[in-house]
């Protein structure tokens, strides 16, 4: 049955994704986004859709208040999707300025619901894997398989001194918190699902001009894996866990209607992947990257013996979500990359 939907973020790379998914699904769709100019813009890539898609604006996530009038509809919503995260516009000077937006911007959202949308029976956030590793753990064997029982273990203190990196992972981690503190404190209409996705690859489904607009991980392929030559350094392997950005906009959908996902967590991980792999899986399936993608050693770097994964099996079972094969995801990527390059130079 068609469900009504609030989804923040609409224009995102990961929530445009979660708009294509729930449009596909018959759903109808609001979708939030900062700015008219957005809506116009999320409006040119999703044509013809009529009354099935409409937008509300919401120049601050974080601002009190900030949702109240954008989750008023007619007919009422049934389901809300939470993907956007608050934009920094400028160089952060604390690391408080990565927590605070990031627990206002949930907190914003679930209050509004709560006080102006009674029909919603279910929130599904996107939160991250970054609330669930423990980044300081160094690899053991055997390695160690984090699950949605785990929790990083920053804490608060150690957030606010920590490094910027630090700071960003542990707004990941509260926010998380803050969301499920809400419903155990306020006990409202609505149950919550929590999304935990580690690096997200994959095409993009939103317009853009430049390879300079692209989102963070996409970008790092682009830098360090095409807009790079055969003979440069292999780059180093970042977060080696990822998953693809169209199973993780499934996975929001499944997470949103399958009774059985009330009040869960969910690791949404595809498996583990190294720059060796992204590199040799790029040079053999995108010709024209043959000379521009570090060589490495072909077949060789391995990711060291203990390091960890992250297990969907929970996804799997209850979410019945399959992922795709590391090289869709990256040979998918790396032939759109070639082309937005090739439209900006053209």
Known sequence: MAKRVLLTGANGFVGSHVLE???????????IVRSQSKAQQVLADFPNHGSQLDFGIVPDITSPGAFDEVVKSNPPFDLVIHTASPFLYRV???????????IK???????????H????????ITSSCAAVVDFSAPPVVPRKVYTEEDWNPTTWEAALSGTQNTGYQASKKFAELSA????????????????TPPMVYGPIR????????????????????????KDAELPP???HVYTDVRDLALAHVKAATVPEAWGQRFI????????????????????????????GIPGGNPLPEGAYVCSSEKAKNVLGIEFRGLEETFVDLGKQLLEIEGKEKA
């Open 21 to 31: 998914q729930f449009l596909l699904a018959g759903h109808s769709v609001r979708g």
């Open 92 to 102: 952060i000077s604390s690391n408080r300025e990565f927590l605070d937006p990031a």
């Open 105 to 115: 911007g949930t907190l914003e959202v679930l209050k509004s619901v709560k006080a």
């Open 117 to 124: 949308a009674p029909t919603v029976k279910r929130v599904v």
């Open 180 to 195: 499920w503190d809400f419903i155990k404190t306020e006990k409202p209409n609505f149950d919550l699902v929590t999304l």
């Open 206 to 229: 939103h317009s853009i001009s430049s390879p300079k607009e692209l989102n963070e991980s996409n970008a790092r392929i682009y830098k360090l894996f095409i807009d790079s030559k």
């Open 237 to 239: 392997n970042g977060m």
């Open 268 to 295: 949404i991980c595809a498996g583990q992947v190294s720059s060796q792999q992204i590199a040799d899986i790029l040079r053999k399936d995108v010709p024209e990257l043959a000379e521009r993608t570090p060589m």
